[in-house]
Structure formats: C-alpha cells, structure tokens
C-alpha cells in the first residue's frame, strides 16, 4: 500500500530523494515517529522506556482538548467512558481479534488513533492506552493504526515474533528463555517444529509453522480487517477479491509443498466427518495457559455461543445456490448479478464476511465462524474454560493442518463460481503484434534450509533496572537461490508498446507421478510474479530478477537493526528503511516451494497482456515496481487476480496457440542442503 501511495508520489519524489525522513505539518520527523513507535511496541508487558513517552502515558488527558481530533473526540470519550467504568479487559490477559468484546475494545482504541490529526495527540494516547488496556488490544490497534493512519505512512512496525513471541514459537523454547532470564545467563536456543516423525504433517510444518509466513498472513488481515468500514478513512478496493486470492495462494502454495514432501494435496475439509488431523501446538499464550489440543479424528461439535454446525451447512449451500444461479440477494431483496469480472469481489466479502457483505444475515460469516468454530474442538461446550484455539489468531492459524482443510473447501466454493464464468476466447487474449520468442531460466532452481535467528528479550518480563540477557531462538526456514527470468518478447507494432508480464507455476504432475491437464494445472498455480515493462519495437530481451518479484516482501527488519537505524536517522543519516514499509506479501525466500532431490516438475508460464487495458491507474508504466497484495488505494491492475488462468480451459490450445503466452517446464531442486548460521 505504500509503494501505491509514493506510486502517485513519484514526481515528487525525484526532487525530493530522501522523502522516507521528512517532518510532517508539525515538524514531527519520520525518525521521531519510528523512535517513538519502537518504544512503544517494545516489552509491551512492563514499563515504557523512553522517558519522553513513559511522561506522556503518566499525564497526558486524552479529553483535554478535542479539537486535536477529525470526529470531535468522539472515539475517544468513548473508551475514557469504559476506562473509568473499569469495563476493560484487564492487562496480562489472553486477547483474540474473535472474541466480539475483545475487539470491540481493540476497535475503540484504534477508532481513536486513526481520527487523531497530528502525531503528538496520537503517540501520546498510544502511550496512555498501553499504560491502561490490555497489551493484546493495544498492539492490535497500534499495529492497525500504523498501517492504516497518514500520520504514520514511512514508519515501519517491527516483526511481530518479536513483539509478542508466545505466538510464534513453542512453549520449550520460552521455557528455555524464562529460565536463562532467572539466571541472568545469555541464551540461544534452538526451535524445532511441532510433531514427531511419525506424523507425516510434520514433513510440512516448515510451511505453516515459518515464522514470516504467519506475519504474512497475519499483516495481510491487519491490512484488510473483516471489521473494516469506509468511514475510518478509506474503501479497500477488491477486498473480497484480494481474500480470496491471498488465501487461495495460500492453499496452492501449500499443496506445492506438500508435492515436493510426497504428500498429496489437501483435502477439503467437511462439516460432517471427522477433522482427520488432531494438532498438539506446544504453544503457550504469555498469560492464559497453554493453547488447548486436539486429538485426531473428532467429529464436529456445535460450539456454545458461537454456531450450530448445521447453520454452517445452511450458509454453505446458499453461498452455493446463490453460484448456481449466478446472482446474490441483498438484504432489501435485490439481485446482484456475479456472473462477471467483479463476482468474486462479491463472493469474497460473503464467505469472509466482511462488513461490505451485501446481505450478513442470509450468508452468515462462513470463514470467521469456521475459524472459530474449528479453533474451539477441543472444548465446544466452554466446560474446561480453556483459552482460544490457534485457529483462533492470524498469527496462529497456519500451524494447525486444519487451516489448510478449511480454506481448501473455501476454495472450492470460489472455484465453483470462477468454473461457471464463460472462458476467455482466443480474441480475447491475443495481444496484436507482441509474441513470446523464448523463455528461460537463468541458475538452477534450487531451495535450501537455513537458521534464522531472532529475539526474545520481549518474551520475557524486565525492568529497566535489570539489564536484560540476550535471549534468542534459531528456527530453520526454507529459502532459495537468486535466479532470474529471461524473456524474449518481439514487438511487430511499429510503435512503443505498454505491457503486463505476469509469470505463474504449477505442479506438472499429481503425488501420484499423472500429469495434470492445462485446467488443472492452472488453477492451482503460483502467482511468482507481475510487472510492467515497455516494449519498443523489435526484439526486447527482458531479464527480470527472483529478488524483485512483486508479490513478495523482504524479511522485516528486526527491533535491534530498528532502534540501530532509528537512532542514526535522528542523528541525520538516511534510515535505509524504506523498502520495509509495506510487508504485506509473501516472505521472499517462500517465492519457490521446496522442491526435492530428483527435481520437482514445474510448469512455468508468461502472459504478456495489453498494459493499456490493464493499467486502473495513470503512470503506471513509470514506476514498474508494486506491492501485488498490498492496495491502499486503488489496485492498479485491471485485471482479475490469476488472470488470464482464473476462468475454466476447456481446450488448452487457446492458450497454447496464443503467441503472447509461453509455457517451459522447469525442476525445483532440493539437495537437504541446511546451512547453519549459529
Ligand atoms: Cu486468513
């Protein structure tokens, strides 16, 4: 989102080459902001450290004056009002973004930030509400408002395996962490993957267990919350859209990865038999115990106060009715046709839901009552009063095999509707005068294991009088060689033409050793990449890099290389943050899924389309770079997500004829190299 924003900035930005750290309106520098959000996000559970900030918690009156906010103070008198009536959560305890009063709360204090209208009335109330709410809550709405308020637009939120570590790695390595922090002794210690084995879900875990996954998916709905509404500042645009896709990649990504483990794809997951995996994910909540299990084989149980499993049944197949008769029934009645480019966006917002759902009450809220619903197994009827499941966080989800069962029946349903659009035609996808030549890869396709290491000083409780110890986790994660694409691209217009390359994969053949028809293969293939590029007349030759794909983002920073850089930019220096603003994508090193030792078959595939047609925005061609999920304004392509492999192919030579389009098979290779860091 904010590559979108300097998108629209670029004139500005040529004469102005270090727009990261500029002062806003009231003097307040990018470098101060960053300072002050560090501290704040920084050992959340204990004092503030920065003396300036710890003031501002201690005495600032959020009502003293309200001009200083856009709705009059009307947001924050609210949750002064529940402050005082001590109707908050208390601190040191478990929040979920599900519980409905939980958010609420989380909500209030976000509703204030984002109508604050300089920088010291928000900081100031951000230090007062960490001081007073619950430390979930605050660092949901911190995080939220960031990405979301003008006022903070170049700062960039530190990792959240840092902020709030429970969530993301298991309880003996934080058991590990308390102990060192007892004894004052320097600790590095190693985190392993949940399951033995024995479990052949253990040979994925890499995927749904990697910490830069769960911060994808995790910034990815902070990004685009399903509480989201138009009056806090802005209309997401293809939000339903974007839901399904992200998750749809999500789940492709995953069967990818299970191929190269000798695993087959996903099932779907259905209400009426049992949840074949059970999942133990040997993770504590930093205060509320830890999080529940589940053995393997249970049957669906309805979850008090939550949902019937037959209401999610009812729900499913009016979702489905509504595909079948191509067109959804709001609530006053009306039909919106979805048989077009623009039904998905429809569909997305109805399985979510999210508040652009057109009618809540007939399509319910399939996803967010199944993530809860499937979080809960382990004690439907609330008896042992455990805490939220991991299907219960976005930071969590993904470790639980289920999330994938889930999303692959979402992703059914999507794929129902997108089957049933007629499929594009040959004059639909020819590009006049522009003819792939050649497509290669440069360097071998090849992924290896590495140790990655970060912090856990906030995992552990502190105070500014006791130095902390060095507390830190190596976890292995998968990662790849640099590679890079070569296309041969010839013009035969005798002018410069506006292009969109979009470059996909797909798995050549089932865990079975069968080859996937084209229709197969293209709905379950990984989007790697999409940019923009002129072509001028003639041959074009086009090298383009593994390290620039759009739909990734590079690993976010940590707080120590955070406060390092901050601190330097305060003295004057550039800060070298910029690229990290925005990460709202896939982690850089997950671009290629791993592959194995014989060389995992790929289909790889370039569609170079009409850049003209597909541009939703002005001068886009002069800035080839674009955050694919992040879209604060307005997606700047035209174009479906997936396209042009989102509709059904009933004859593959559409595609194969086309001269715009080339197909090659490749080999993703993984020879169990692990280079260890530590
Ligand atoms: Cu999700």
Same mark, same amino acid.
């Given at each position: 989102?904010?590559?979108?924003?300097?998108?629209?900035?670029?004139? $500005?930005?040529?004469?102005?080459?270090?727009?990261?750290?500029?002062?806003?309106?009231?003097?307040?520098?990018?470098?101060?902001?960053?300072?002050?959000?560090?501290?704040?996000?920084?050992?959340?559970?204990?004092? $503030?450290?920065?003396?300036?900030?710890?003031?501002?918690?201690?005495?600032?009156?959020?009502?003293?004056?309200?001009?200083?906010?856009?709705?009059?103070?009307?947001?924050?008198?609210?949750?002064?009002?529940?402050?005082?009536?001590?109707?908050?959560?208390?601190?040191?305890?478990?929040?979920?973004?599900?519980?409905?009063?939980?958010?609420?709360?989380?909500?209030?204090?976000?509703?204030?930030?984002?109508?604050?209208?300089?920088?010291?009335?928000?900081?100031?109330?951000?230090?007062?509400?960490?001081?007073?709410?619950?430390?979930?809550?605050?660092?949901?709405?911190?995080?939220?408002?960031?990405? &979301?308020?003008?006022?903070?637009?170049?700062?960039?939120?530190?990792?959240?395996?840092?902020?709030?570590?429970?969530?993301?790695?298991?309880?003996?390595?934080?058991?590990?962490?308390?102990?060192?922090?007892?004894?004052?002794?320097?600790?590095?210690?190693?985190?392993?993957?949940?399951?033995?084995?024995?479990?052949?879900?253990?040979?994925?875990?890499?995927?749904?267990?990697?910490?830069?996954?769960? !911060? &994808?998916?995790?910034?990815?709905?902070?990004?685009?919350?399903?509480?989201?509404?138009?009056?806090?500042?802005?209309?997401?645009?293809?939000?339903?859209?974007?839901?399904?896709?992200?998750?749809?990649?999500?789940?492709?990504?995953?069967?990818?990865?299970?191929?190269?483990?000798?695993?087959?794809?996903?099932?779907?997951?259905?209400?009426?038999?049992?949840?074949?995996?059970?999942?133990?994910?040997?993770?504590?909540?930093?205060?509320?115990?830890?999080?529940?299990?589940?053995?393997?084989?249970?049957?669906?149980?309805?979850?008090?106060?939550?949902?019937?499993?037959?209401?999610?049944?009812?729900?499913?197949?009016?979702?489905?009715?509504?595909?079948?008769?191509?067109?959804?029934?709001?609530?006053?009645?009306?039909?919106?046709?979805?048989?077009?480019?623009?039904?998905?966006?429809?569909?997305?917002?109805?399985?979510?839901?999210?508040?652009?759902?057109?009618?809540?009450?007939?399509?319910?809220?399939?996803?967010?009552?199944?993530?809860?619903?499937?979080?809960?197994?382990?004690?439907?009827?609330?008896?042992?009063?455990?805490?939220?499941?991991?299907?219960?966080?976005?930071?969590?989800?993904?470790?639980?095999?289920?999330?994938?069962?889930?999303?692959?029946?979402?992703?059914?349903?999507?794929?129902?509707?997108?089957?049933?659009?007629?499929?594009?035609?040959?004059?639909?996808?020819?590009?006049?005068?522009?003819?792939?030549?050649?497509?290669?890869?440069?360097?071998?396709?090849?992924?290896?294991?590495?140790?990655?290491?970060?912090?856990?000083?906030?995992?552990?409780?502190?105070?500014?009088?006791?130095?902390?110890?060095?507390?830190?986790?190596?976890?292995?994660?998968?990662?790849?060689?640099?590679?890079?694409?070569?296309?041969?691209?010839?013009?035969?217009?005798?002018?410069?033409?506006?292009?969109?390359?979009?470059?996909?994969?797909?798995? &050549?053949?089932?865990?079975?050793?069968?080859?996937?028809?084209?229709?197969?293969?293209?709905?379950?293939? $990984?989007?790697?990449?999409?940019?923009?590029?002129?072509?001028?007349?003639?041959?074009?030759?086009?090298?383009?890099?593994?390290?620039?794909?759009?739909? !990734?983002?590079?690993?976010?920073?940590?707080?120590?290389?955070?406060?390092?850089?901050?601190?330097?930019?305060?003295?004057?220096?550039?800060?070298?943050?910029?690229?990290?603003?925005?990460?709202?994508?896939?982690?850089?090193?997950?671009?290629?899924?791993?592959?194995?030792?014989?060389?995992?078959?790929?289909?790889?595939?370039?569609?170079?389309?009409?850049?003209?047609?597909?541009?939703? $925005?002005?001068?886009?061609?002069?800035?080839?770079?674009?955050?694919?999920?992040?879209?604060?304004?307005?997606?700047?392509?035209?174009?479906?997500?997936?396209?042009?492999?989102?509709?059904?192919?009933?004859?593959?030579?559409?595609?194969?004829?086309?001269?715009?389009?080339?197909?090659?098979?490749?080999?993703?290779?993984?020879?169990?190299?692990?280079?260890?860091?530590?």
């Amino acid at each position: 989102m904010k590559v979108l924003v300097l998108l629209a900035l670029v004139a $500005i930005a040529a004469a102005w080459p270090n727009l990261g750290f500029q002062a806003d309106g009231a003097g307040v520098s990018d470098a101060q902001k960053q300072h002050d959000v560090n501290f704040l996000l920084h050992k959340i559970y204990g004092e $503030i450290r920065d003396s300036n900030l710890k003031a501002k918690a201690d005495s600032f009156d959020p009502e003293a004056d309200l001009s200083h906010y856009s709705d009059d103070g009307a947001a924050v008198q609210k949750l002064m009002r529940d402050l005082k009536d001590h109707r908050l959560l208390e601190q040191k305890h478990w929040f979920s973004l599900f519980n409905p009063r939980q958010r609420q709360e989380a909500l209030m204090l976000f509703d204030v930030l984002i109508h604050c209208k300089d920088w010291n009335t928000f900081v100031s109330n951000a230090a007062y509400f960490r001081q007073r709410m619950n430390e979930g809550e605050f660092v949901y709405a911190l995080y939220v408002a960031v990405i &979301h308020s003008p006022l903070a637009e170049h700062v960039v939120l530190p990792p959240l395996y840092e902020v709030t570590p429970h969530l993301f790695t298991n309880s003996e390595v934080i058991e590990a962490a308390y102990r060192a922090k007892q004894t004052q002794t320097p600790g590095k210690f190693q985190s392993s993957f949940t399951g033995t084995k024995k479990n052949p879900e253990q040979r994925v875990a890499y995927f749904g267990e990697d910490i830069g996954m769960n !911060t &994808h998916h995790v910034t990815w709905h902070m990004e685009f919350p399903f509480w989201w509404q138009d009056s806090y500042s802005h209309h997401p645009d293809r939000k339903g859209e974007n839901f399904f896709w992200v998750h749809h990649q999500l789940t492709v990504r995953f069967d990818a990865e299970r191929l190269s483990n000798y695993l087959d794809p996903v099932g779907e997951l259905h209400w009426d038999k049992p949840i074949v995996q059970g999942f133990a994910p040997h993770t504590t909540y930093k205060y509320g115990g830890q999080f529940p299990s589940r053995p393997d084989n249970v049957d669906f149980e309805d979850v008090d106060g939550v949902a019937r499993i037959r209401d999610l049944l009812i729900v499913e197949s009016r979702i489905r009715d509504a595909i079948a008769h191509g067109y959804i029934v709001d609530r006053a009645g009306n039909r919106i046709d979805i048989m077009n480019e623009r039904g998905i966006n429809v569909l997305g917002d109805i399985i979510e839901s999210s508040m652009y759902s057109p009618n809540v009450q007939y399509y319910g809220a399939l996803h967010n009552t199944a993530h809860i619903v499937l979080g809960r197994q382990a004690d439907p009827r609330g008896k042992y009063a455990l805490p939220p499941g991991v299907l219960e966080h976005f930071e969590t989800a993904t470790r639980d095999p289920s999330f994938f069962r889930l999303h692959k029946y979402m992703d059914n349903i999507f794929k129902e509707h997108k089957d049933s659009l007629p499929p594009y035609t040959k004059e639909q996808l020819t590009f006049n005068g522009v003819s792939i030549e050649n497509l290669s890869v440069d360097g071998e396709l090849e992924t290896f294991f590495e140790d990655f290491e970060y912090s856990l000083i906030n995992a552990v409780d502190g105070t500014k009088e006791i130095q902390d110890v060095e507390i830190s986790t190596y976890v292995p994660r998968l990662n790849h060689k640099d590679f890079a694409y070569n296309i041969e691209i010839t013009n035969n217009n005798d002018k410069e033409v506006l292009t969109t390359v979009r470059i996909f994969a797909w798995p &050549h053949r089932d865990n079975n050793g069968i080859e996937y028809t084209f229709d197969e293969g293209r709905w379950n293939s $990984i989007e790697l990449d999409k940019f923009w590029v002129k072509l001028s007349p003639g041959s074009n030759h086009i090298v383009r890099k593994s390290s620039e794909s759009a739909v !990734t983002v590079p690993d976010v920073p940590s707080f120590d290389t955070l406060f390092k850089k901050t601190e330097a930019a305060l003295g004057g220096a550039d800060s070298g943050l910029t690229e990290f603003e925005s990460a709202t994508g896939i982690p850089n090193r997950f671009l290629l899924p791993k592959g194995n030792e014989q060389g995992l078959e790929f289909d790889l595939v370039v569609a170079v389309t009409d850049g003209e047609a597909d541009a939703a $925005i002005d001068g886009l061609h002069e800035n080839t770079e674009f955050n694919h999920y992040g879209a604060h304004g307005k997606y700047p392509d035209n174009r479906p997500h997936g396209y042009p492999l989102d509709r059904k192919v009933p004859d593959n030579r559409v595609f194969e004829d086309l001269p715009n389009f080339k197909h090659i098979q490749v080999k993703v290779f993984n020879h169990g190299e692990h280079i260890h860091h530590h």
